[in-house]
């Protein structure tokens, strides 16, 4: 099926909640990606830092191969051995002793945040249920975690929200122990902020957040499911921090592409889950868990040391650009979780590197947020760079004898076209 026949079918029967770039995907290998019409794609977003190995990493699509033709899908009525192996080695390379299953990111956070209303009543009482999280965080799409996130622009038309969470600025523990009472029953957090424009605390932040944690009896919950999964050079983001949580909550890349979701905890949050008082039909099925097992394996520790090595060369390269170019404000980032902040709206540069062939994202919509697969090499980033340059560099001359756009008024990239 053509294109535009696919775009048009789209447009008629699939429910209207994205904003879809004109071009319809069809191969992806490693870094590249491919549509319809043959037009070759470097993929800078990894389906939002979903595909961190790469496309049909060989690895992941010869388990789901296997798999597939033993058993796809059982209920969680029984045991099976994939999930077992997921389990496993999630607890051997974190913190946690016990896994719970899902399918998402927000259904992680669910359960994260239904552990710890139960673990909080179960050992403090009825009252304390309250959970403590930051601005311009993100946490999820359902009723429970666009409660958690505190960002109205994801509020907005659903209300009432959940009662339950108190918001505070990120990276500011004073604030945190303002708001903290006598129903405060958890701490969650994302280590980096993704979607809210890739904000890096200081160093000692979630270290605060642990001390407060323990003297005040709460639960700290680390929200891994952009940060995970070899993303910022660790297997998981806090190992950065010299700490960690009670709870972690994973997704995204955690299944090498196929939908799967988890909770972590220590043993005893964990314990205040009893059959019953959770569950999900697919959770943790055979088929998710063996893709999983896979990508786990895959992230191996060159990777993770290749991953940091391109995250710092990547950010070294837009910092140079930060300081040819005035309208950047900002390049920050750990590892390949790199946002670069425009002091202008930034989709007309996603939508120009799309016609050049590059993949990129935009987030609170002035960051340029990249998510490369942790194998790119140096040439391939060098490749985006170029790109960029030559799209600022118009930018910049276009608007020599204009002041920059600044504030929330809209660029148009439009004036450019034809010439970039
Ligand atoms: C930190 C964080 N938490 C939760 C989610 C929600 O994940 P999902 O879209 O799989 O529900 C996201 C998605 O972007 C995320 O970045």
């Known amino acids: 099926m053509k294109r535009d026949k696919i775009i048009e079918l789209s447009n008629k029967c699939i429910a209207n909640t994205y904003n879809r770039y004109p071009i319809t995907l069809v191969k992806g290998r490693g870094l590249k990606v491919w549509d319809s019409e043959g037009k070759e794609y470097y993929d800078f977003v990894s389906g939002i830092g979903v595909n961190n190995l790469g496309h049909c990493h060989p690895q992941v699509v010869e388990a789901i191969k296997k798999q597939v033709g033993e058993l796809i899908h059982t209920s969680n009525l029984y045991y099976t051995l994939p999930q077992v192996e997921m389990a496993k080695l999630l607890t051997k390379k974190s913190f946690a002793d016990k896994v719970f299953f899902c399918n998402s990111g927000a259904e992680a956070n669910e359960a994260a945040i239904k552990l710890a209303r139960k673990y909080s009543k179960d050992h403090y009482g009825e009252d304390r249920y309250e959970i403590i999280t930051m601005y311009q965080s993100f946490h999820g799409r359902t009723i429970a975690t666009i409660s958690a996130t505190a960002q109205e622009r994801f509020h907005k038309g659903f209300e009432p929200l959940l009662s339950g969470f108190r918001y505070v600025?990120?990276?500011?523990?004073?604030?945190?122990?303002?708001?903290?009472n006598s129903r405060t029953c958890a701490i969650m957090v994302e280590p980096i902020q993704g979607e809210g424009g890739i904000n890096v605390p200081d160093k000692d932040y979630l270290k605060g957040l642990r001390e407060i944690c323990f003297s005040k009896r709460l639960l700290l919950i680390f929200d891994e499911v952009q940060t995970g999964m070899g993303r910022t050079g660790k297997f998981f983001a806090y190992e950065y921090f010299g700490t960690s949580p009670d709870i972690m909550t994973l997704s995204k890349s955690l299944g090498g592409g196929i939908a799967i979701g988890a909770m972590l905890s220590r043993e005893e949050a964990a314990s205040s889950f009893t059959p019953g008082s959770h569950a999900s039909t697919f959770g943790g099925n055979p088929l998710a868990c063996a893709a999983g097992v896979a990508a786990m394996k895959a992230i191996d520790k060159n990777v993770l040391?290749?991953?940091?090595?391109?995250?710092?060369?990547?950010t070294r390269r837009l910092k140079k650009l930060k300081d040819k170019y005035s309208f950047?404000?900002?390049v920050r980032g750990t590892g390949l979780?790199?946002?670069?902040?425009?002091?202008?709206?930034?989709?007309?540069?996603?939508?120009?590197?799309?016609?050049?062939?590059?993949?990129?994202?935009?987030?609170?919509?002035?960051?340029?947020?990249?998510?490369?697969p942790l194998i790119i090499k140096a040439k391939e980033i060098d490749k985006l760079i170029v790109v960029l340059d030559d799209i600022f560099e118009k930018i910049k001359n276009k608007d020599s004898s204009h002041p920059l756009p600044s504030g929330s008024e809209k660029f148009s990239?439009?004036?450019?076209?034809?010439?970039?």
Not at 169 to 180: G, H, Q
Not at 305 to 314: L, N, Q, V
Not at 345 to 372: D, H, Q, W, Y
Request: glycine fraction near 8%; proline fraction near 6%; hydrophobic fraction near 40%.
């Open 328 to 330: 950047i404000m900002s």
């Open 413 to 420: 990239f439009s004036s450019l076209r034809g010439h970039v």
């Open 305 to 314: 040391s290749h991953c940091k090595r391109m995250g710092d060369y990547f």
């Open 337 to 372: 979780m790199i946002g670069l902040e425009l002091n202008f709206p930034a989709s007309g540069i996603t939508e120009e590197c799309l016609k050049r062939g590059f993949l990129i994202n935009c987030t609170m919509e002035r960051v340029l947020r990249f998510l490369p």
């Open 169 to 180: 600025p990120f990276n500011d523990l004073p604030a945190v122990e303002k708001v903290i």
